[in-house]
């Protein structure tokens, strides 16, 4: 990995398509420097229903990007997203000759990736839960480990076949190779949660403008993944049809005045909005668009309430909720889910770290995803490193064991068949 390499990540959403693009350090950090977007055209709750349509707006922010920086971008990290993505746990096992190494792991995760699915269904990620050896012992990293035979428990991301192979269509004829396929929760995790929540239990709301998706990790293992048709849109739909408003107004009108509990509204805060509608002027009061925008909002809560109970995980997020993408701006959405999950909550925001140095401009919720496909990328550069060292250590240990072998042919005159 050259310290020039350059990163790409593409976010194909609802309402937007984002590309961005960052550069390998030196210390093998990616430091961002451009971002594209572009309003988004033939997506439907996260799943890609006209390829031609994305291909070009896909195309549209890659010339963005290349006015911008110079720079072609080639290969992406990618995310799919969209109804019909679920976890399914799989329990591989293999022989082991008494000390478990990385083949090992690495011929289980082989024997995972390669199991069938449905027909109409694809793996698109999967994570160990725990491994277990001839003991009983579940441990996290096997690798060291004594044992005859080794379980893999592994939590399997399944997602539909035609969205997937859909993406990659569009991405094709935008002439990219797809490093990697996310899911975009997932994504969007890696962005903002800290490890210690996602060790204490933690569940991730990641509020598109089709979709809300939820991620619950808990013991630093990702247990549940579920996809809620509805998001920003759907709260831009109820105001247009409640106040007979074209869709650009009932969307400014909830980016804008959008607030999540209107009982924090105080009679003197109250004030009416002005819209232009046929040439006149409707006046719509503050509290009654806060009703609209909180009673959707309150009908996702009680999906994800739902799930968590029927999964049993709700009194597993000892560390919360976190909310996150575009959605998570709502005024007070923090206060009105905390009051109807009864869980701390924060809003989870991309920031600098040690792998990744942001501009402003993506430290806001809506670019989690875009910031965790890079974040990939970060992990992708030090693996290849890693396996880099591996084989030059490989290689040079091959060299002095050759070098030991002439000089004893040379001086000791012994043959090859007696070394």
Known sequence: MGKNEMIAAI????????????RVTANKKIEVIEVATAKSRGVKRGVIYDIDEVVEIVE?????????????????FTNVTGDGLRVLEKHFSISVKNIVTSADIEELDNKNYHHAVGDDEKMVQFFPI???????????????????????????LIGRKQSIENLKTCLGHAKLN??????????????????????????????GAGTTEMAIYVNGVLQHVKVIPFGGNSIT?????????????????KVEFG?????????EDNKDIAVQVNKK??????????????ARMEEILDEVLTDLKEKRLHSKLKAGIVLTGGGATLKNLDALTHQKMGLKVRVGIPNSSADIALFSDLNTPRFSTCVGLLLRGVYHTKKAEKLQLKKEAKNE??????AFKSFVNKNLNVGNDEF
């Open 130 to 156: 725990y491994y277990r050896t001839d003991d009983k012992e579940e441990v996290q990293d096997p690798t060291g480990k004594s044992t005859r035979r080794l379980d893999a428990y592994y939590n399997v």
């Open 237 to 253: 739909n109820d105001i247009k049809i409640c106040y007979d408003i074209l869709q650009k107004q009932a969307e400014q009108l």
């Open 281 to 294: 002027e409707k006046l719509i009061p503050l509290k009654d668009l806060s009703k609209i925008v909180g």
């Open 178 to 207: 797809i490093k990697e396929t996310m899911v975009g929760v997932i994504a969007s995790a890696d962005a903002v949660l800290t490890d210690e929540e996602k060790k204490e239990g933690v569940l991730l709301l990641d509020i």
């Open 11 to 22: 976010d194909i959403g609802t309402s937007k398509v984002v590309a961005v693009l960052g």
């Open 259 to 267: 607030e999540s509990v209107a009982e924090s509204i105080s009679q």
């Open 60 to 76: 549209e922010v890659l010339d963005d990007l290349k006015q911008k920086t110079e720079e072609e971008v080639t290969s992406v």
């Open 397 to 402: 240990s091959k060299g002095l064991f050759s």
